[in-house]
């Protein structure tokens, strides 16, 4: 396809317009793309996303001229809150300290807790301890079973070990 402007072109740019509810398709060649000011679109949000990214870092930037570099990736804290993006896992061990005061900015929190359902977040428990009686449920039911697999044995046990926590 040619470009609709020029006409001599190749047209490799394809741009959509809305203005004042009147929609415009217009395939255009790269040079007519420029000269109408659709340059490198992706390419420039691609870079306003990184520096919205980077932004969440940047205020917390230490001025350093012997800056610090990840062994494995060669990162920088200052490569790393231009960018938005860690170099590699290792990256957490080494600016870990810098990185946290961002992290809980962004996520509200510097503890992994699982995956949550709706805003409420789990709270982790330790495990409660089961009280006598609840035991003791628990090897009746075991017994019941025994009993109904005819495992006498083994009911007898369980017998003899709810007699225990009964006396």
Excluded: W
């Excluded at 992290?103 to 709270?123: D, P």
């Amino acid at each position: 396809m040619k470009c609709q402007k020029c006409g001599a072109d190749n047209a490799n740019t394809h741009i959509k317009t809305i203005v004042n509810g009147e929609f415009k398709e217009y395939d255009l060649c790269g040079e007519c793309a420029k000269k109408m000011g659709y340059t490198n679109l992706f390419g420039e949000m691609e870079n306003d996303f990184s520096n919205l990214l980077g932004s969440f870092f940047g205020n917390v930037l230490p001025a350093r001229t012997q800056a610090t570099r990840c062994e494995f990736c060669g990162s920088s804290y200052a490569d790393i809150a231009k960018s938005g993006h860690l170099g590699c896992a290792n990256c957490y061990k080494i600016f870990g300290e810098q990185l946290m005061p961002s992290i809980r900015r962004i996520h509200g929190n510097t503890t992994h807790c699982g995956k949550n359902s709706g805003s409420e977040q789990r709270k982790i428990t330790k495990p409660v301890e089961e009280t006598k009686e609840q035991k003791i449920a628990q090897l009746k039911a075991e017994l019941n079973k025994a009993v109904q697999e005819q495992n006498f044995e083994y009911a007898a046990q369980i017998r003899d070990k709810i007699k225990e926590m009964e006396a």
